[in-house]
């Protein structure tokens, strides 16, 4: 199963979710059920612009199960999902 989820952080917590670019990977590499991931970071303009948008973040993932990604929904701590 892949997933791509959304993040949107206030801006009290942009530096945060900036450094979780670098440090989640330990994280990340070991959660059961995770395949493979990809962190990546979304532009200005509505995702197009030249500049950077600080305080949305994308997470694509591929699991090996649906129970595997509820899981770690429920464990997770990349703060506020996007709906």
């Given amino acids: 199963m892949t997933t791509l989820t959304l993040y949107r952080y206030p801006k009290s917590q942009i530096f945060w979710a900036f450094t979780q670019m670098q440090l989640a990977h330990n994280k990340l590499a070991k959660t059961p059920g995770l395949k493979f991931?990809?962190?990546m970071g979304s532009g200005s303009a509505g995702g197009v612009g030249l500049?950077?948008?600080?305080?949305?973040y994308a997470f694509l993932g591929i699991w090996d199960s649906i129970a595997d990604f509820k899981n770690f929904q429920l464990e997770?701590?990349?703060a506020k999902e996007i709906s």
């Fill in 51 to 56: 500049w950077p948008n600080w305080r949305v």
């Fill in 37 to 39: 991931y990809k962190l």
């Fill in 76 to 78: 997770q701590s990349f």
